[in-house]
């Protein structure tokens, strides 16, 4: 194992194209999860030079069922997409939340899926998708994830923050972050480059005002990492210059394109499948919260210090096909003994998707607060996201000792 190394990660603003198209995705999985906590929803987004494209499948009680459209679903499907885009922050010439054109493609989900995922008399309710998906926890950061990601999305949070409320009025909604760390063992001992590439308001690249921006970015970095780790940083911003155009009007954004900003930063394996757009069926969604759950737990019990968890379904079956721990040499008890206890413990109630939903409470409108910043090590409202708990610590510790 290397024991000096960097290792860099990215994040993207909310106003970033494709999360622009995430938020707006997973809005639209919030509505219908509200009008039916059973709803199947798959939807993507395309987003571009003022234009909001919906695609994808759906069921939902009284919203849409028998092929048909509820009377004014539509007209409320609407006006979410474009509150979603207000509340970004885009009021631009090239993306605006009132002036863009909206095209709804939405439509039924497919019999042959539904019958593969829907209980009945004799099978429990199967995964919506195969596949495997991959859950991480380190003890680098106190929210367990790695600390070039904590760093990267902690920065453009802050600016969110302040462009939102007015403290800086010259950010626009497009940014993006990246942080490169400096390890010596398992911990980040120096930042060496952080790199901030932020939309602005017009004049602010060059002179007085690029000046202000750039001085501006740094105090926001020096409050985001720990003063003991920017040391010989060289700082990286706009380094193209000039960041007027930007949003869906500067590249176009699609669901789902994010997924490594989304998860782990690319200091964890990943299934390959995307979260937003997703109801809790999709166990690319709620399968990928549960391993982060796990993981997040094995290493708040101190039975690891980092822990990667895979898990794996088919389609229509409810059992996962496997489920594999690997503490990266960092264990205090034998993996097998790990995923044994995991199994066996009565809290969860299994890791069927039914099970998984009923624990973790997914089965609710808390999915667009999740389109931006990453999934996990966050709260949403000010408490954790149900699979951010630390409430099997303690039966974890109980069954191995």
């Given at each position: 194992?290397?024991t000096?190394?960097?290792?860099t990660s990215e994040?993207?603003?909310?106003?970033?194209?494709?999360?622009?198209?995430?938020?707006?995705?997973d809005?639209?999985?919030d509505?219908f999860?509200?009008?039916?906590?059973?709803?199947?929803?798959a939807?993507e987004?395309?987003?571009?030079?003022q234009?909001?494209?919906?695609?994808?499948?759906?069921?939902c009680?009284?919203?849409f069922e028998?092929?048909?459209?509820?009377p004014?679903?539509q007209?409320?499907?609407?006006?979410?997409?474009?509150?979603?885009?207000r509340?970004?922050?885009?009021?631009?010439?090239?993306?605006?939340?009132?002036?863009?054109?909206?095209?709804n493609?939405l439509?039924?989900?497919?019999?042959?899926?539904?019958?593969?995922?829907?209980?009945?008399?004799?099978?429990?309710?199967?995964?919506?998708?195969?596949?495997?998906?991959?859950?991480?926890?380190?003890?680098e950061t106190?929210?367990l994830?790695?600390a070039?990601?904590y760093?990267s999305?902690?920065?453009?949070?802050r600016?969110?923050a302040d462009?939102?409320?007015?403290?800086?009025p010259?950010?626009?909604?497009?940014?993006?972050?990246?942080?490169t760390l400096?390890?010596?063992g398992?911990?980040?001992?120096?930042?060496?480059?952080?790199?901030?590439?932020?939309?602005?308001?017009p004049?602010?690249d060059?002179?007085d005002?690029?000046?202000?921006?750039h001085?501006y970015?740094?105090?926001?970095?020096?409050?985001?990492?720990p003063?003991?780790?920017?040391?010989d940083t060289?700082y990286?911003i706009?380094?193209?210059g000039?960041?007027?155009?930007?949003?869906?009007?500067g590249?176009?954004?699609?669901t789902?394109?994010?997924?490594?900003?989304?998860?782990?930063g690319?200091?964890?394996?990943?299934?390959?499948?995307?979260?937003?757009?997703?109801?809790?069926?999709?166990?690319?969604?709620?399968?990928?919260?549960i391993?982060?759950?796990?993981a997040k737990?094995?290493?708040a019990?101190?039975?690891?210090?980092?822990?990667t968890i895979?898990i794996?379904?088919a389609?229509?079956?409810?059992?996962p096909l496997?489920l594999?721990?690997d503490?990266h040499?960092?264990?205090?008890?034998?993996?097998?003994?790990?995923?044994q206890?995991i199994l066996?413990?009565?809290?969860?109630?299994?890791?069927?998707?039914?099970a998984?939903?009923?624990?973790?409470g997914?089965?609710?409108?808390i999915y667009?607060?999740t389109?931006?910043?990453?999934?996990f090590?966050?709260?949403?409202e000010?408490?954790?996201?149900?699979?951010e708990?630390?409430d099997l610590?303690?039966?974890?510790?109980?069954?191995?000792g």
């Amino acid at each position: 194992m290397r024991t000096d190394y960097l290792f860099t990660s990215e994040s993207v603003s909310e106003g970033h194209p494709d999360k622009v198209s995430d938020q707006i995705s997973d809005a639209i999985v919030d509505l219908f999860l509200s009008k039916d906590p059973e709803a199947r929803i798959a939807c993507e987004t395309l987003t571009t030079t003022q234009l909001v494209v919906l695609a994808g499948e759906i069921r939902c009680k009284g919203v849409f069922e028998d092929g048909a459209w509820a009377p004014g679903a539509q007209e409320e499907i609407e006006a979410t997409v474009r509150r979603t885009v207000r509340e970004i922050g885009y009021e631009q010439d090239g993306f605006h939340w009132e002036r863009l054109e909206f095209i709804n493609r939405l439509h039924g989900q497919s019999a042959h899926i539904a019958q593969g995922v829907d209980a009945s008399d004799n099978k429990d309710e199967g995964a919506g998708d195969q596949g495997i998906m991959f859950g991480y926890a380190t003890d680098e950061t106190p929210d367990l994830m790695p600390a070039t990601l904590y760093y990267s999305h902690k920065i453009l949070e802050r600016m969110a923050a302040d462009r939102h409320s007015g403290a800086a009025p010259f950010l626009e909604p497009d940014a993006k972050s990246q942080v490169t760390l400096r390890y010596e063992g398992s911990l980040p001992v120096a930042a060496t480059a952080v790199v901030v590439s932020t939309q602005h308001a017009p004049g602010y690249d060059e002179g007085d005002r690029e000046a202000e921006l750039h001085a501006y970015v740094k105090r926001v970095v020096a409050e985001v990492i720990p003063p003991v780790l920017l040391r010989d940083t060289v700082y990286y911003i706009n380094p193209t210059g000039s960041f007027e155009i930007g949003g869906p009007d500067g590249d176009a954004g699609l669901t789902g394109r994010k997924i490594i900003v989304d998860t782990y930063g690319g200091a964890a394996p990943h299934g390959g499948g995307a979260f937003s757009g997703k109801d809790p069926t999709k166990v690319d969604r709620s399968a990928a919260y549960i391993t982060r759950y796990l993981a997040k737990n094995v290493v708040a019990a101190g039975l690891a210090t980092r822990c990667t968890i895979q898990i794996a379904y088919a389609i229509g079956v409810s059992e996962p096909l496997s489920l594999y721990v690997d503490t990266h040499d960092t264990g205090t008890v034998a993996e097998a003994a790990i995923e044994q206890a995991i199994l066996a413990l009565p809290k969860l109630g299994g890791l069927t998707p039914r099970a998984i939903r009923t624990h973790l409470g997914l089965n609710k409108p808390i999915y667009r607060k999740t389109a931006a910043y990453g999934h996990f090590g966050r709260k949403s409202e000010g408490d954790l996201f149900p699979w951010e708990r630390l409430d099997l610590v303690e039966d974890l510790k109980a069954a191995l000792g």
